[in-house]
């Protein structure tokens, strides 16, 4: 099983961009598909974008398709996370998570693995 540490967030003004990192630990790293989430105050926590274990499937939330992009590095066992045009309402603690095979899925019940998250905050 691997284990997530997140990196990157921060306090970015709207139309900015900012890059989350996600470190995996653990040999097997190209064997999980890869998410990321986020969860505002007071909100359910949501899916944001998730990756196939070979990068080639990247699914979206409609929220920040054309905005945000995910991509791996298997070799650094790291997934990313580019957001740019950054708005408010993408407020939220940013989370990490794997789960264990090669396609990339969206419901959060799917992912088994999780980071502690990382605050991004975009003032207007």
């Known amino acids: 099983q691997v284990q997530l540490v997140e990196s990157g967030g921060g306090l970015v003004q709207a139309g900015g961009s900012l890059r989350l990192s996600c470190a995996a630990s653990?040999?097997?790293?190209?064997?999980?598909?890869m998410g990321w989430f986020r969860q505002a105050p007071g909100k359910e926590r949501e899916f944001v974008a998730a990756?196939?274990?070979?990068?080639?499937?990247?699914p979206y939330a409609d929220s920040v398709k054309g905005r945000f992009a995910i991509s791996r590095e298997n070799a650094k066992n790291t997934v990313y996370l580019q957001m740019n045009s950054l708005k408010p309402e993408d407020t939220a603690v940013y989370y990490c998570?794997?789960?264990?095979?090669?396609?990339?899925?969206?419901?959060?019940?799917?992912?088994?693995?999780w980071g502690r998250g990382t605050q991004v905050t975009v003032s207007s």
């Open positions: 653990g040999r097997t790293f190209s064997n999980y598909a």
């Open positions: 998570a794997a789960r264990r095979g090669i396609v990339a899925v969206t419901p959060v019940e799917t992912y088994d693995t």
């Open positions: 990756i196939s274990s070979s990068g080639g499937t990247t």
